[in-house]
């Protein structure tokens, strides 16, 4: 199939070509006809399926080729969890629709307001926002969301977990009750089912990945490791195996801080991402990181939502979360779009439990491979969920040396 044959207008399909996509995901072969259609969407994909042009493109179509209301406020509206999706999103928006004459704003909270409202009281076609701040501007009568044609929930299982339900439910009574409604999530949970049934009419229902697939496409492993050796093996692997991008997640702001000090003193270049840190300052990381300047990233879960960047090669997790979930979406940053990833975890014995919610979620025992020289001075006993075998001796990682030494570090 190609785009042309899904019926997209020119300028879009020229946009496309500029981007050089050959053909339309499987999200977007089976969204971009029902969205075109009118119909509202319950469709389940992951980040790296393609989804942001699967709603972005039908979106751009129905409002270039149909007229507005002759108002300035926003006839479609995109929310996501966080600020760095919103950014996102809005970047794609603006590169679908770069041959269209329709305004984007993206607003988001952590910044000042008054350049938003600025921005907003110029005319908005497209508007890209996080909730909490959407419903700042609501409540300051900043923004009118009365002609509002398109809704988009992007995201939503994590909406939910960040406990946007209610700031979401808010947000829909000052919308039009006839509307095309969008919504887009890693899963078809029970709470997602739930809001669907409130918020869509005869939903078209699209599932292109099965829960957890990334975790079969990445490759991952567990290096048993005592806590206070950890960062040391971290620069060891990195060095030693010469990763280029490696995105760290730790489980605290202050972790992050603190391990990306100390990785810097290893002489690696490190920034740190997490929710302290402003606006700003997170978008240069990303940036640095992204263009190659900076080559460890080191990220809290909520900082990493929405981070998207193509076939990162290496996803190292410092720390095991203590929600299990967040470890398929730690591990979703790498492997994507049938590049092959890696997924490192450095566990000390406190974390144990952790690892058996995680292979219990997976339905999947993970190799423990032990590092010659970072020996753990306590045992791995299988944890319940998983079945007991020892934990191999053997490792890629061998530094060739009889004594453990930090590998040479290069910048
Ligand atoms: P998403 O799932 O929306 O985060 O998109 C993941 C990545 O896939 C983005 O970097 C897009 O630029 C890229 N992408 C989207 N559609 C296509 C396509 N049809 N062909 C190739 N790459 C695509």
């Not at 995201?155 to 439910?169: A, P, Q, V, Y």
């Not at 000090?261 to 990381?285: F, V």
């Not at 491979?369 to 990682?397: H, L, Q, T």
């Amino acid at each position: 199939m190609t785009f042309e044959q899904l019926g997209l207008s020119t300028g879009l399909l020229r946009a496309v070509a500029d981007q050089g996509y050959d053909s339309p995901t499987p999200i977007q072969q089976q969204a971009i006809p029902v969205i075109l259609q009118g119909q509202d969407l319950l469709a389940s994909a992951q980040t790296g399926t393609g989804k942001t042009a699967g709603f972005t493109l039908p979106l751009l179509h129905r409002l270039s080729t149909q007229p507005g209301n002759g108002k300035r406020a926003p006839r479609a509206l995109i929310l996501t969890p966080t600020r760095e999706l919103a950014v996102q999103v809005s970047e794609s928006v603006k590169t679908y629709g770069k041959y269209l004459p329709l305004k984007t704003a993206v607003v988001y909270g952590g910044v000042k307001i008054g350049p938003q409202f600025k921005q907003l009281r110029q005319g908005v076609d497209i508007l890209i926002a996080t909730p909490g701040r959407l419903l700042d501007h609501v409540n300051q009568r900043t923004v009118d969301l009365s002609c509002v044609e398109i809704l988009v929930l992007d995201e939503c299982d994590r909406m939910l977990d960040m406990g946007f339900i209610h700031d979401i439910r808010k947000i829909m009574g000052r919308l039009p009750e006839s509307r095309q409604t969008l919504m887009f999530s890693a899963t078809f949970s029970r709470p997602i089912q739930q809001l669907a049934s409130t918020l869509l009419n005869a939903p078209a229902q699209i599932e292109v990945a099965p829960r957890n697939t990334t975790a079969e496409r990445v490759e991952q492993v567990v290096h048993p490791v005592d806590r206070h050796r950890k960062r040391e093996l971290l620069s060891h692997m990195i060095g030693f195996h010469g990763w280029e991008q490696v995105l760290v997640f730790t489980r605290t702001k202050h972790g992050a801080n603190r391990l990306a000090e100390q990785l810097a003193k290893d002489g690696l270049k490190t920034a740190a991402i997490h929710g302290n840190k402003t606006q700003a300052a997170r978008a240069k990381a990303l940036k640095d990181f992204k263009q190659g300047r900076v080559r460890v990233l080191v990220a809290t879960d909520v900082a990493s939502r929405g981070i998207d960047i193509d076939q990162l090669p290496y996803v190292v997790n410092f720390e095991l979360p203590n929600v299990a979930e967040d470890y398929v979406h730690r591990i979703g940053r790498t492997g994507r779009a049938g590049h092959e990833g890696r997924a490192v975890s450095l566990i000390s014995d406190d974390e144990l439990h952790l690892l058996s919610r995680i292979e219990r979620l997976l339905q999947q025992r993970l190799e423990r491979d032990i590092v010659p020289g970072y020996e753990p001075s306590f045992s791995m006993r299988a944890p319940a969920a998983a079945k007991p075998a020892a934990p191999r001796r053997r490792s890629n990682s061998r530094p060739g040396r009889s004594k453990p030494q930090p590998a040479a570090i290069r910048g």
